[in-house]
């Protein structure tokens, strides 16, 4: 397997503009989870889902961020309007039986919001 | 919710010394406690996990240790070697359906050699 694969890598955009954030999870996996870097704030959950359906969407921040999972094998992270204070990198994981089993992540999209 | 702290924030160790990462949680619930390392520009990976019915775990040079009573684990490297540099991250969870996984901090280590 090819393990998680996020696109894009980068992605420099915009103060205002409408940002996707794309991931295909390891197959199998019933469980994704999205999640926020930042040197201030760490690794932060911002939703996860289970068999596709939103679970805890708790720590996404506002309403400019939303997340959807159409199908098993990918998901996307939208956030509509961007601000600068969203810059970040954005992780995507996938596991076998969620918080509790191990995580495997994407490499990353590190987002520039100028 | 759970609360996860985690020390030293960077630790700097010549090569083939023992490195040790400590973290408290807050949740007397959780059972699930993680490591993860994250080497610069990378995405993180599980290196060792353990659960609250052991007290300790190894995995050739790595060891996690567990006290529930004190609520704290902390992460043993023996024999450091450079490409031990990294961030490493704890994280912490009760499993249930609001146990979240709550990262720690982490902690920069750099091996010199």
């Known amino acids: 397997d090819a393990g998680v694969i996020q696109s894009p890598r980068h992605e420099v955009t915009e103060m205002g503009q409408e940002v996707t954030l794309r991931c295909k999870p390891i197959?199998?996996?019933?469980?994704l989870f999205w999640y926020r870097q930042t040197m201030m704030r760490g690794l932060e959950l911002l939703i996860y889902?289970?068999?596709?359906?939103?679970?805890?969407d708790s720590g996404m921040p506002e309403d400019r961020f939303s997340a959807k999972m159409p199908n098993a094998s990918f998901s996307t992270l939208k956030i509509q309007p961007s601000e600068p204070r969203d810059s970040a990198v954005y992780f995507c994981?996938?596991?076998?039986?969620?918080?509790?089993?191990?995580?495997?992540f994407g490499n990353g999209t590190r987002l520039t919001v100028t | 919710g759970e609360n996860v702290e985690q020390h030293p924030s960077t630790l700097s160790v010549q090569e083939g010394d023992s490195a040790v990462i400590k973290c408290t949680y807050s949740?007397?619930?959780?059972?699930?406690f993680p490591w993860y390392k994250q080497e610069l520009g990378k995405r993180p990976q599980l290196i060792i996990d353990?659960?609250?019915?052991?007290g300790e775990k190894k995995d050739q040079r790595i060891a996690v240790t567990l006290n529930k009573t004190a609520k704290h684990f902390s992460l043993h490297i023996t024999e450091t070697q450079p490409e031990d540099s990294a961030v490493y991250f704890c994280?912490?969870?009760?499993?249930?359906?609001?146990?979240?996984?709550?990262f720690g901090k982490g902690t920069k280590l750099s091996v010199k050699p």
């Open positions: 994981a996938s596991s076998l039986k969620g918080q509790h089993s191990p995580l495997h």
């Open positions: 197959s199998g996996h019933d469980y």
């Open positions: 889902f289970n068999n596709n359906v939103p679970i805890d």
């Open positions: 949740d007397s619930a959780s059972n699930y």
């Open positions: 353990i659960r609250s019915n052991v």
């Open positions: 994280a912490a969870s009760n499993g249930g359906s609001q146990g979240n996984l709550i």
